[in-house]
Each structure stands twice: as structure tokens, then as C-alpha cells.
């Protein structure tokens, strides 16, 4: 059967208009997709921080401690004598206490970045801890490392009788001089076994010390605790 002319145009009409509509809807699709599609990426970057950026973000001092031997470097010097774990302890070079933290570790203290971070605010800084073993057990490697990395003014560490400074005259050394030195005079360590202890501990001797002091040129000491006081120590390094 054939189609009237009439028929014909208003089929033609109405494909035509069935093609506008389905043109128009699919602009309108991705136009509205486009639409999201920017808001998702602005979104996005918003949220996004730049790691090509020193993010400082201030943390209340008291935050970052989780014990208290006292204020000044001679009471927690002696406080943390007796403890029978680690306590790290940082004070500026004024002597003003910035954190005390201890891990409840009995060879370790482990660190957050907040505390490494504000350490490195400071010139100069004091850093204490002490040793709980019973032997006669000074810096050790890591410590030396750590006292490195932040560019310390005096590193000291306490034990329950004895006591142990090291200072640069002008400068650290290098970590890896560090690490290199000690790990090559493994010989002059001394190997102890303390109680409760799955292994034996490393520990440096004072021979072992004064061949670093004299490498580097640093200045170490090393007293009795019967002879010079938590006292005298602190008011050594801060002029009082």
C-alpha cells in the first residue's frame, strides 16, 4: 500500500522532530556530566595537600609527654636513674624542659615525628636518657646517630651510677661516619647478658668512646655518680 503524500511529509516531520529531541536530550547529558565531572575535580583538589610542601603543624608541648621526673635538667637527670625502662628527655640549650617520653621499653625509645620535628626547631638542644642496664654501658651507636641527626648541643646518658656527656667542639660528624666507625671497632664493645633478656646487648666502652671523641673531635666525659652530682653535671653545661 503506498503512502499519500501528506503521509509521507508527516512522517518526515515527526522523525525530525524525534531526532531534535534525542540531540537536545544528549547535549544536555553530557553537558550536566561535564558539569559533575568539574565539580568532582575541584573537589577533589581541594582536598589535596602538596607533598612538595613542609606541612608544620604546631602540637602542644604537653602532648608529647607521658611522664614527669621534674622541671629542671638535674631532677629528671636523677629521677630517671632508677628507672627500670627507658625515658628520653629533651630540654633546650637554656635548660627549659621540652618533653619527657619513655616507651616503656627497657633498651629503646621510639620517637614520633612530632618529637623529631620539634627538636629540630632548636639549636643546640640537651638530650637525656637513660641506660636501666647494670653494667657500665655508655653511647651507643644509635645514640650517637640520633644525637647526629638532630644536631645536638650534649647528649647525656644517666645510668644508676654513673653518668656520660659527649659535645662537638665545632661539629657533628656525619651519620655515616658514625655508623662506618663503630661498626669497624665492633671488637672494643663489650657483650653483656642482662636478666630477662632474649639476647645479648652490645654495649660501648669508655676506650671505645674516647677513640670516636678523638676521631671526631668531640669532647666526652665520663664520672662516677658518687663523684659528681646530677647537680654539678647540669649546672656544667648550663653555666649556672
Known amino acids: 500500500m503506498r503512502l499519500s503524500t501528506a503521509n509521507k511529509t508527516s512522517k518526515a516531520t515527526y522523525c525530525m522532530a524525534i531526532i531534535v529531541l534525542l540531540i537536545a536530550l544528549s547535549y544536555g547529558a553530557m553537558r550536566s556530566a561535564g558539569v559533575i565531572w568539574s565539580k568532582l575535580r575541584t573537589e577533589d583538589s ?3 595537600v602538596n607533598l612538595d610542601e613542609d606541612v608544620d603543624t604546631e602540637v602542644p608541648l604537653e ?9 629542671t635538667l638535674a631532677e629528671v637527670m636523677e629521677g630517671i636513674r632508677r628507672e627500670d625502662f627507658e625515658v628520653t ?3 633546650t640549650a637554656d635548660g627549659e624542659k ?4 619513655t616507651s616503656y621499653s627497657g633498651d629503646n625509645v ?23 642496664l647494670e653494667c657500665h654501658a655508655s653511647f651507643s651507636r644509635s645514640d650517637l646517630e640520633s644525637l647526629v641527626g638532630c644536631h645536638a648541643g650534649y647528649g647525656i646518658i644517666v645510668s644508676k651510677n654513673a653518668t656520660y656527656v659527649v659535645t662537638p667542639n665545632r661539629k657533628w660528624p656525619s651519620v655515616d661516619e658514625i655508623d662506618t666507625f663503630m661498626r669497624e671497632h665492633t671488637d672494643m664493645m663489650e657483650v653483656v647478658w642482662p636478666p630477662d633478656y632474649d639476647e645479648e646487648i652490645p654495649v660501648t666502652t669508655k676506650e671505645l668512646m674516647e677513640l670516636v671523641a678523638e676521631e671526631y673531635d668531640l669532647r666526652y666525659y665520663e664520672w662516677s655518680k658518687s663523684k659528681v652530682s646530677s647537680e654539678e653535671v647540669a649546672r656544667a653545661i648550663l653555666g649556672g
Open 46 to 48: 581541594s582536598n589535596k
Open 63 to 71: 602532648s608529647l609527654s607521658n611522664i614527669d621526673h621534674g622541671d
Open 89 to 91: 628527655a629533651v630540654f
Open 98 to 101: 621540652l618533653f619527657e617520653y
Open 110 to 132: 621510639q620517637l614520633s615525628a612530632e618529637h623529631v620535628q620539634l627538636m629540630r626547631k632548636y639549636d643546640g638542644i640537651i638530650r637525656l636518657h637513660n641506660h636501666p
